[in-house]
């Protein structure tokens, strides 16, 4: 019994890995171990021998980097037919953001004339038309500057506006000369002719600049409706006269083209002084008709209207001072009134 109990006395250094059940499978035996071994190969042959060098990895080609679109190239996100739409309302949007930065620069560059002027914000311009010299007891009525005050698209044609009326004056100044011309000549039937030219130079030259400048003036500087409508309907009957003055009805005191023909009669510089202003005349018509015309043209581009004409008039009466009393006037003698 003790042959089956007793076990030998264990060994101080022995060794686990000396095993015989161990040793047996040593390196060169012919197993493959798991680095080789593929159990799901189709084959009936034993397992490949095992290598002890670890096999070389296939080398791995050389792959170009993936193509990046850059943010400059163009991405096509969606149908071509959609293009001219988006470049039409690029093109409206450019044109007005032009339009505003045109606006802004002619404000700026008022700004800065109004400024180099000295007027502030809350200065009062003064006077500065007619310019009269200093020592004259009458002073100047009225500003006007049109490098500051008008629209720089518009400075051109308020300027040949304002030579236009220069001219008129002067056509007349030559129409007073030529009637004492002819009275000089003829004192019995032409000093009709000659009163009636020196009082159309004093009523025509100070009235065409108040009744028909100054409105388009003004229309043009605050882009008042009610300013051109008063501009286009005198200034309508000042080309009907000046047709008149063209055609020189004797008795009329103009120096037309029947006058100055009927003057050739009686002395020929004289006529020829005549027939000068009869030119002059017919010129003043044509430009007139044109420049009509032109500042038409322009009032049909700005926002000006009849309704718009029609509120500035009654605003306009309203704000009068002398009228709003006359108003009240009415009012409270309409009410005191006796029954």
């Known amino acids: 019994m003790s042959k089956y109990t007793s076990f030998s006395e264990p060994m101080e250094d ?70 001219p739409v988006v470049n039409a309302t690029t093109a409206e949007l450019l044109k007005k953001q032009e339009e505003l930065e045109k606006k802004a620069q002619e404000l700026e560059r008022r700004e800065r004339e109004l400024e180099s002027h000295g007027l502030g914000p809350g200065a ?29 698209r518009f400075q051109r044609t308020v300027t040949i506006m304002y030579y236009f009326w220069m001219f008129g004056t002067c056509t007349l100044l030559l129409n007073l000369i030529s009637s004492l011309a002819v009275f000089c000549v003829d004192t019995t039937g032409s000093g009709v002719g000659l009163g009636l030219a020196i009082l159309w130079g004093i009523l025509f030259t100070p009235c065409s600049f108040v009744c028909w400048y100054r409105p388009m003036y003004k229309a043009f500087r605050s882009d008042s409706s009610f300013n051109f409508f008063a501009f286009f309907f005198v200034f309508f009957a000042q080309v009907v006269v ?21 003057a050739m009669k009686l002395s020929v510089a004289v006529g020829a002084i005549m027939m000068m202003n009869a030119i002059l005349f017919t010129a003043q018509a044509a430009m007139g008709v ?34 709003r009393q006359a108003t009240v006037s009415a009012a409270q003698g309409a009410f005191t009134a006796p029954r």
């Open 290 to 323: 044109i420049m009509l015309k032109k500042v038409h043209g322009l009032y049909r581009q700005t926002d000006a209207s009849f309704q718009k004409a029609q509120a500035e008039f009654a605003t306009g009466v309203m704000s009068n001072q002398a009228v």
């Open 124 to 152: 009062s311009r003064q006077n500065n038309w007619p310019p009269l010299p200093s020592f004259c007891p009458v002073g100047p009525c009225f500003y006007q500057d049109i490098n500051v005050e008008i629209s720089q």
């Open 242 to 262: 000046y047709i008149i003055m063209t055609i020189g009805i004797p008795g009329w005191g103009f120096s037309g083209w029947i006058v100055s023909l009927a």
């Open 14 to 83: 022995q060794n686990p890995f000396q095993d015989p059940a161990v040793t047996q499978h040593s390196s060169n035996a012919g197993y493959a171990t798991l680095d080789l071994y593929n159990p799901f190969d189709n084959t009936t042959g034993p397992p490949p021998p095992y290598d002890a060098t670890s096999p070389t990895a296939p080398p791995v080609p050389a792959q170009t980097p993936p193509s990046r679109t850059t943010p400059t190239e163009p991405r096509n996100y969606g149908s071509y037919n959609s293009q």
